[in-house]
C-alpha cells in the first residue's frame, strides 16, 4: 500500500505561486505515474499535471506554461509548482498514484489517492 500526503496549499492573491509537496510513505512511487488532480466545487475532478517514472509529463491546457510538475526520487516525493495563479485555480488539489505506464487523465485509474489539500486564489 502507498500512502499520500500533500502539503503546500493555502491562500494566495492572483499572481502568486505556491509549490504542492506530495510525499509517499509505504512503497517507493518512483515507477508509477503520479498525478495532481484537482476538484472546484460543483466540478468534476480533473488531472492538471501528470509525470511518468520516465519523466514524461502532461498538463492540462489551463495550466500549461504556469504549472510546473517534478519528482524527487530520493526522497520519495513529488511537487507541483504553481506560478501565476489564477482565481480559477481555486481548488481542492489531490496527488495520485498509478502503477501503470502512461499518464492517464482518467480518475480511477489512480489506485492511490491522498487527502487533498485546499488552494484558494483572491483576486
Known amino acids: 500500500q502507498v500512502q499520500l500526503v500533500e502539503s503546500g496549499g493555502g491562500l494566495v492573491q492572483a499572481g502568486g505561486s505556491l509549490r504542492l509537496s506530495c510525499v509517499a510513505s509505504?512503497?517507493?512511487?518512483?515507477?508509477?505515474?503520479m498525478g495532481w488532480f484537482r476538484q472546484a466545487p460543483g466540478k468534476e475532478r480533473e488531472l492538471v499535471a501528470g509525470i511518468s517514472s520516465g519523466g514524461t509529463t502532461y498538463y492540462s491546457d489551463s495550466v500549461k506554461g504556469r504549472f510546473t510538475i517534478s519528482r524527487n526520487v530520493a526522497k520519495n516525493t513529488v511537487y507541483l509548482q504553481m506560478n501565476s495563479l489564477k482565481p480559477e485555480d481555486t481548488a481542492v488539489y489531490y496527488c495520485a498514484g498509478n502503477p501503470g505506464v502512461r499518464i492517464t487523465t482518467t480518475p480511477n485509474r489512480y489506485d492511490y489517492w491522498g487527502q487533498g489539500t485546499q488552494v484558494t486564489v483572491s483576486s
Open positions: 509505504g512503497r517507493t512511487i518512483n515507477s508509477y505515474v
